[in-house]
Every structure is written in C-alpha cells, then in structure tokens.
C-alpha cells in the first residue's frame, strides 16, 4: 500500500483550488512574457452553440480565467439553429485566424449537431480541449501533445502532493471521451497498472477496492461507498452532481470515503478548478509551439 499524508483516520484534502490558483499564476508569467517577446498575447476562442445553463455557467468561468491570466477570449455565441456547415465554417475561421491559439467547442452540442464532426473539423495544434482524435491519438502513443484538461488536471494535483502513481493500481470509473478514456491514457503513461470501469463492469466495489488510485468520472451522486475505498488510497472525484436540495456533491460518498482513504478531493474545489487551470496552460503552450513554429 502507499504512503499516505493521514492524520488520524482521516484523509487528507486535496486543495484543487490553490493548486489551481498556482498554475494560474505560472500560466500569466509565461503570457507576459509572452507578450513582450511577441508583441501579442494567447487567444482562445470559445463557442458556444445555444444556451445550455450548465454551459454557460462552465464558458463564463472559462472567459474569466482567460482575462485573469492575461489571455485574450474571443466569443461566439451561434443560436441552436446554426447549421453544421455555418459552425464548420466558424471552426474553418478560427483555425486560420492567426490571434486564435485555442479553440473550444463547449459540450453538449444542441441535438442535430453531430460533436465528433465539429471537433474533428478543429485544427489539432488549436484543439486545447485535446478532444481530436489525433491528440487522443498521441496520448495513446506515449508522445502527449494537448491533453484534454481534466485528466492533466489530475495528474498535476497529484504530483502537487507528491501522489506516486507509477507502480501503482489505479481504478477509473468512467469511460467517456473527455474524462474516463484519456485518464486511462494518463494513468497509464505515468506508470500505473489500469482498470477502467463502466456500466457493464460486474464487480464494481472489488474493482475498487483494490486501487491505490481512484477516479471518480460517472456523474452519479455519491455512487461510490466510502466502504469501497482501500485504507490510504487517493481518491480523485470528477463528479459533481446537484441534490434537489440544492447541494453539490461528487460521485463519492465523500464523508465515509475520508475515513478510510490517504488523500480526497473535495467537491467543490477539488478536480473542477483544475480542468479550468490546465485549459488555460494548454492554451499558453499552444501560443508558444505555434511562436516557435
Ligand atoms: N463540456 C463538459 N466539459 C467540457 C470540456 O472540458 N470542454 C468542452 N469543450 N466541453 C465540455
């Protein structure tokens, strides 16, 4: 088992919020100094076709972290009726438009739309979400070039911590294209032994049970038991569901999970800022491959 930092019997919290807040504050450095040996600074464009709730909540927060660190946001707002050719033909823009570094295309898509198509239209060197195949493609490779923001964002919290994941075991629940796959892919590149899990899955609490690593990616509230959770493992929760009581919570049981495990993010305030920190780092390293050639 690993080593954990457990005071009592009690995990401890890892704080996505300053970590975070950390990359954030690397991430406009490197846009000064970006700006004064360029003459311009990063750009992200963002669109968001119709108006999804969740989504605009998700796109304003993104816009704001962009002006925070310096990098210029560039909006489009198509309505739910725009055509597939009019939004390939805004993505056909964006990925000639030289100020443009970053290209997001916010999900869900209305219905009608069809999402792979629209990100495969994404010029690979702008695609910050690391959504296109030929960046899932390379991940896959061992040779990562932009890795889709939330699962980068947990390996860097974990190496924030000091969170070992080589040699480790490390469970997935989850098997969707933005979060469960390209986690696999990361967890495995960084040297752990992987188990992804889905709805099909037989024996979803032994599978568990047996990880020093576990990612929560499934959208279910507190669908994982804390009495799954090895002692001492470090539990990562992607999850964040909203009760009809109003309340927020991930897809661990988060109280009986703390009991047994080393290390837990919180939700809020664990995993979410960092998918926000690392869009914004990947947006910079984008501006600086492109500078460069
Ligand atoms: N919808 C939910 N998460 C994401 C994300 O990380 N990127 C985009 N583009 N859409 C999303």
Redesign the pocket.
Known sequence: MLMHAKAGNSAAILDGKAVAARVRTEVAEKVRAFSAAHGRVPGLAVVQVGHNA??SV?VRNKKKACAEAGIESFSFDPPETVTRQELLGLVELLNKDSRVDGI?????LPEGLDANEIMDAIDPSKDV?G?HPTNTGLLAQKRPLLR???PFGVIRLAQEYGIKLAGTRSTVVGASN??GRPMALELLLAGSTVTVCHSRTRDLPSEVARADIVVAAIGKPEMIKGAWIAEGAAVFDVGMNRLDSGRLVGDVEFTAASQRAGWITPVPGGVGPM?IAM?LSNTMDSALRRAAG
Request: charged letters at 5%; proline letters at 12%.
């Open positions: 969740a989504s998700y997001l295309v916010q999900l869900p979400d959504f889709p923001c939330t933005i979060v998918t869009l």
